[in-house]
């Protein structure tokens, strides 16, 4: 079974600051992605990230970036210069990959991030 | 280009009572998820579609539960006998169903409440 945990329930972080979201994970897949979602107070989840098992580099996307440590089965997300629009609960999800095909999508508790000014 | 769309935004229902909730996906993705969130919760899953086919429907909680897709696209969820734990945000998301990341593009959700 696969099985996605997120430690942190809540963090703070200074404006421009950066912060690192907790994610571990467990799967006996050998092939599965990483993915982080944002969601803001409005509900709408938002794609920030993808990390796939076989990557060999961390993903990054603008001031978004995964730190994949296959080994020890994390898949950390680190937010750098922190902005006000950066808090919302933000969820750390995996899934099976298989060729040409979707899959369920595996969710965290979540991690609720305030950003101060 | 238009997101995934839900319908309605906001139900409230009464106990037993039946109801529909409806997911316009992106045109053109194959993929068709269902998900469920309670308050402080990640999503759960509930159900997958592949085209018009389920392909995945292990995560629905018991049989009161039934979704479909006949064409392909519009995908509605259906709720017999409602309860009161039944209450939750049911999210709707549809990916490309190619490879790759295969990321799912989530709607703003239908908030169920029932009394």
């Known amino acids: 079974a696969q099985k996605i945990t997120q430690t942190q329930p809540g963090m703070f972080v200074q404006e421009k600051e950066a912060v690192t979201l907790d994610c571990t994970y467990d799967?006996?897949?050998?092939?599965?992605?990483l993915f982080w979602y944002k969601q803001p107070s409005s509900g709408e989840m938002i794609f920030l990230i993808y990390?796939?098992?076989?990557?060999?580099q961390n993903a990054t996307e603008g001031r978004y970036s995964l730190n994949f440590q296959k080994a020890r089965k994390s898949a950390n997300l680190v937010i750098s210069a922190s902005q006000l629009g950066d808090s919302a609960m933000y969820f750390c999800a995996m899934r099976r990959l298989r060729y040409n095909q979707g899959g369920k999508l595996i969710f965290g508790q979540g991690t609720e991030l305030s950003v101060k000014p | 280009g238009a997101g995934v769309s839900q319908t309605p935004s906001n139900k409230v229902t009464e106990k037993g009572k039946y109801v529909e909730l409806r997911c316009d996906p992106i045109s053109g993705h194959t993929a068709l998820y269902w998900y469920r969130q309670s308050l402080g919760q990640g999503p759960e899953f509930l159900i997958y579609?592949?085209?018009?086919?389920?392909?995945?429907d292990s995560g629905l909680p018991n049989d009161r539960f039934f979704a479909v897709r006949p064409e392909g696209s519009v995908s509605t969820l259906k709720i017999q006998r409602t309860e009161r734990g039944d209450s939750a945000v049911y999210l709707c998301?549809?990916?490309?169903?190619?490879?790759?990341?295969?990321?799912?593009?989530f709607g703003p959700g239908t908030r169920l409440t029932v009394l």
């Open positions: 998301a549809s990916s490309p169903g190619l490879q790759g990341p295969n990321e799912q593009f």
């Open positions: 579609f592949q085209g018009t086919g389920a392909a995945d």
């Open positions: 799967t006996s897949d050998p092939s599965y992605g």
């Open positions: 990390q796939g098992s076989y990557d060999q």
